[in-house]
C-alpha cells in the first residue's frame, strides 16, 4: 500500500492531473482548493504526505506549514513556483520536508514522496512499552513488573528481556544478541548470552511456572506467541 496523499493546491489543471497520477500509483489521494480547508484536512485525517501549494487563496502555504507543524509531524512537500527562492527557504525553515519546483515532472514528485514518506517511517520510534501475557516491561521507567508486581533484574537482565521483546517472534542468534545488548566490541565469549538468559528464567520462568524465553537448538532465542 503506498498511502494517503493531501494535495492543498488552487490550480485546478495540475492538482487534477497530480491527483490521477497518484491514484494510478496506488495512493488515496484527497484534495482541498483552499490553504483553510487544507489546514483542517490535514490535521483531522493521517496522511502520509501533505503536498503544498504556496500561493493559496485564504491562508498562504507558508502560514498553513506553520499552524500545522504546532501539532503535526506529516511529511510536507511543496510545490513552489520557479524563482520563489524566498519561499523555498522558509518552507525548509519552518519544517517542510522537501519541495518540487513547477511545472514539475510527475516523475521526480513520486521520487520526492517516496524519499520523505521512508525518512519518516525510518525514525520512527521503537515501542517503549511491551508485554507478554501478565509480564510488563517499560522502557521509560526502567521496570519489568509480572500481573503488577515488580521484577528485579540488573541493567543486563533488562536489555536482553527488552532485546527479545522488542524482536518478538524472531529468533536471535547468540552473536545479535551480544551485538545488542553488549555492543558490537565486546570481545566475550557468546556463553555471557546462554549466562543471562538462565537469570532471566531464574527470575520469571521458574517464579510464574511459564516458559517465556524459547530456546531455538542451533539457532538462537526467541519469545514467541
Ligand atoms: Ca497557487
Same mark, same amino acid.
Given at each position: 500500500?503506498?498511502?494517503?496523499?493531501?494535495?492543498?493546491?488552487?490550480?485546478?489543471?495540475?492538482?487534477?492531473?497530480?491527483?490521477?497520477?497518484?491514484?494510478?500509483?496506488?495512493?488515496?489521494?484527497? @484534495?482541498?482548493?483552499?490553504?483553510?480547508? #487544507?489546514?483542517?484536512?490535514?490535521?483531522?485525517?493521517?496522511?502520509?504526505? =501533505?503536498?503544498?501549494?504556496?500561493?493559496?487563496?485564504?491562508?498562504?502555504?507558508?502560514? =498553513?506549514?506553520? $499552524?500545522?507543524?504546532?501539532?503535526?509531524?506529516?511529511?510536507?512537500?511543496?510545490?513552489? &513556483? $520557479?524563482? &520563489?527562492?524566498?519561499? @523555498?527557504?522558509?518552507?525548509?525553515?519552518?519544517? !517542510?520536508?522537501?519541495?518540487?519546483?513547477?511545472?514539475? &515532472?510527475?516523475?521526480?514528485?513520486?521520487?520526492?514522496? $517516496?524519499?520523505?514518506?521512508? @525518512? $519518516? !517511517? !525510518?525514525?520512527?520510534?521503537?515501542?517503549?512499552?511491551y508485554?507478554f501475557?501478565?509480564l510488563s516491561l517499560s522502557v521509560?521507567r526502567h521496570e519489568v513488573t509480572w500481573?503488577?508486581k515488580p521484577v528485579e533484574l540488573t541493567g543486563k537482565e533488562f536489555a536482553l528481556l527488552e532485546t527479545l521483546l522488542?524482536?518478538?517472534?524472531? =529468533?536471535?542468534?547468540?552473536?545479535?544478541?551480544?551485538?545488542?545488548v553488549?555492543?558490537?566490541?565486546? &570481545? #566475550?565469549?557468546?556463553?555471557?548470552?546462554?549466562v543471562y538468559i538462565r537469570y532471566l528464567r531464574s527470575k520469571i520462568d521458574d517464579v510464574y511456572?511459564?516458559?517465556l524465553i524459547?530456546?531455538?537448538?542451533?539457532? #538462537?532465542? !526467541?519469545v @514467541?506467541?
Open positions: 500500500m503506498p498511502g494517503s496523499i493531501l494535495i492543498i493546491e488552487d490550480e485546478e489543471k495540475i492538482a487534477r492531473f497530480t491527483e490521477l497520477e497518484l491514484i494510478h500509483e496506488g495512493y488515496t489521494v484527497d @484534495k482541498c482548493t483552499d490553504g483553510r480547508s #487544507g489546514l483542517e484536512a490535514a490535521l483531522e485525517n493521517a496522511y502520509d504526505c =501533505v503536498l503544498l501549494d504556496i500561493m493559496l487563496p485564504g491562508i498562504n502555504g507558508l502560514e =498553513v506549514l506553520r $499552524r500545522l507543524r504546532k501539532t503535526s509531524d506529516v511529511p510536507v512537500i511543496m510545490l513552489t &513556483a $520557479r524563482d &520563489a527562492v524566498m519561499d @523555498k527557504v522558509s518552507g525548509l525553515d519552518m519544517g !517542510a520536508d522537501d519541495y518540487v519546483t513547477k511545472p514539475f &515532472a510527475i516523475e521526480e514528485l513520486l521520487a520526492r514522496i $517516496r524519499l520523505v514518506t521512508r @525518512k $519518516r !517511517a !525510518a525514525v520512527k520510534q521503537p515501542e517503549e512499552e508485554s501475557g501478565l521509560p500481573d503488577g522488542e524482536n518478538r517472534n524472531i =529468533v536471535l542468534s547468540r552473536e545479535t544478541l551480544l551485538e545488542k553488549w555492543g558490537y566490541d565486546y &570481545a #566475550g565469549e557468546t556463553n555471557i548470552v546462554d511456572g511459564v516458559r524459547q530456546t531455538v537448538r542451533g539457532v #538462537g532465542y !526467541a @514467541k506467541d
